[in-house]
């Protein structure tokens, strides 16, 4: 059955510092993955995504994630986190079996970013 | 380019009541999924829908809950003789391929009284 595991609830990193946001995945085939953040009570963002290709994928606001296969991970950094930042995030995996890319998703990770 | 939008935004209804969650995807996507958000439980998949099929139906209860998305109009999520357990964010999303990202909307958030 597939999976997301987000092992840490909560992230607290201080502003200008990098930061990682840690997922790993179960999967049967070859994963899509996903980083989606919602501010709160708002609808969810897309940030980036691993079809295939280049492990390091680059996203949106600064974000990068890199894919690991044989880790079965893909943690979500930034350089340099701002405040701004502080939300909730979501790794999602769906495999590429068919048409069918319904998202299966970890439970969140809330980052805060003190100033 | 209007995003996904989902209406209403809040929606509170009694127990026994019917509620209706209304999607209009983004233009040109044919892709619907309804999910949905609990407390503590995080993000769970109901349905995956494309224009007028039901194409996985694996996260909807079986009773109850029911979902369509026809040729013209808004995909509905249908929740008849609600309880309190029903009480959640429930969030639409849309993508015009398969293999693109999914696009969400602000989500409908149910009130069970």
């Known amino acids: 059955a597939q999976s997301v595991a987000q092992p840490e609830d909560q992230v607290n990193v201080a502003e200008g510092n990098p930061l990682t946001v840690k997922c790993t995945y179960s999967?049967?085939?070859?994963?899509?993955l996903f980083w989606y953040v919602q501010y709160p009570n708002r609808g969810l963002q897309f940030l980036l995504k691993y079809i295939t290709g280049d492990n390091l994928v680059k996203g949106s606001y600064g974000f990068e994630a890199e894919f690991n296969k044989s880790q079965t991970s893909f943690h979500l950094k930034k350089p340099s986190a701002l405040v701004s930042d502080s939300a909730l995030y979501f790794c999602a995996v769906s495999d590429n079996a068919g048409n069918n890319r319904k998202l299966i998703w970890g439970l969140g990770t809330s980052l805060a970013v003190n100033p | 380019n209007a995003g996904v939008m989902q209406n209403p935004r809040h929606l509170v209804r009694r127990r026994g009541q019917e509620a209706r969650l209304r999607c209009s995807p983004m233009k040109g996507h044919s892709h619907v999924y309804w999910y949905r958000q609990l407390p503590e439980e995080g993000l769970k998949f109901m349905v995956y829908?494309?224009?007028?099929?039901?194409?996985?139906e694996s996260g909807m209860p079986k009773e109850r809950f029911s979902a369509e998305f026809p040729k013209e109009g808004p995909s509905i999520l249908r929740i008849q003789q609600v309880v309190r357990g029903d009480s959640a964010a429930y969030f639409c999303a849309s993508s015009p391929f398969a293999d693109n990202e999914q696009f969400f909307g602000p989500g409908t958030r149910l009130t069970v009284l």
């Open positions: 999967v049967s085939g070859n994963p899509y």
């Open positions: 829908l494309q224009k007028e099929n039901i194409i996985d």
